[in-house]
T-cell receptor
Framework: QKEVEQDPGPLSVPEGAIVSLNCTYSNSAFQYFMWYRQYSRKGPELLMYTYSSGNKEDGRFTAQVDKSSKYISLFIRDSQPSDSATYLCAMSASQILTGGGNKLTFGTGTQLKVEL | EAQVTQNPRYLITVTGKKLTVTCSQNMNHEYMSWYRQDPGLGLRQIYYSMNVEVTDKGDVPEGYKVSRKEKRNFPLILESPSPNQTSLYFC????????????FGPGTRLTVL
């Protein structure tokens, strides 16, 4: 079983829809949770960063972490064609536990297409 | 412009021919890392470096070498490439080892025949 599970999609939605992207994980030591966006033929870029449980909002994007369920989500409101990309969740544990180094464990990514 | 650069962007080579993929960052970051990205497997860490002359293995280090002689550069070396190393490679850097915000390069698509 992978440490981080993410539905690969593809997910196709109409412009203006609310998109929900999710990841589940098995390692209870994960405390830092991130979402990266990767456009075709580009490197991943950090979209959202959260620590521990709770919600974080940034414009049209909301990241949600539920540590009790080992489940994280990214919501995109009023989706636009420019949001079409692959979304990767990533997680890391406390540096004290890992002995140093900020090793990220990634999900496989969900491909999203927002259509006009 | 703050960035991570990689060269070459695309490379086709043959089994056993040594190659080096360069990575450079201009942000004075201490931490640098190499990942490979494969369909269905996601991004997996190959090697990382917490500072100059300090490197360590990630999850999939077999068949790869790295060096960190200068802060800005972190080359990935394949001494004897094999077809199972055909992949998309990304270099990343972050301010230090306790910072989770990693900045990724544009990627190098490697094909080993």
């Amino acid at each position: 079983q992978k440490e981080v599970e993410q539905d690969p999609g593809p997910l196709s939605v109409p412009e203006g829809a609310i998109v929900s992207l999710n990841c589940t994980y098995s390692n209870s030591a994960f405390q830092y949770f991130m979402w990266y966006r990767q456009y075709s033929r580009k490197g991943p870029e950090l979209l959202m960063y959260t620590y521990s449980s709770g919600n974080k909002e940034d414009g049209r994007f909301t990241a949600q972490v539920d540590k009790s369920s080992k489940y994280i989500s990214l919501f995109i409101r009023d989706s636009q064609p420019s949001d079409s990309a692959t979304y990767l969740c990533a997680m890391s544990a406390s540096q004290i536990l890992t002995g140093g180094g900020n090793k990220l464990t990634f999900g496989t990514g969900t491909q999203l297409k927002v259509e006009l | 412009e703050a960035q991570v650069t990689q060269n070459p962007r695309y490379l086709i080579t043959v089994t056993g021919k040594k190659l080096t993929v360069t990575c450079s960052q201009n942000m004075n970051h201490e931490y640098m890392s190499w990942y490979r990205q494969d369909p269905g497997l996601g991004l997996r860490q190959i090697y990382y470096s917490m500072n100059v002359e300090v490197t360590d293995k990630g999850d999939v280090p077999e068949g790869y070498k790295v060096s960190r002689k200068e802060k800005r550069n972190f080359p990935l070396i394949l001494e004897s490439p094999s077809p199972n190393q055909t992949s998309l490679y990304f270099c990343a850097s972050s301010l230090d080892s306790s910072t989770d915000t990693q900045y990724f390069g544009p990627g190098t698509r490697l094909t080993v025949l």
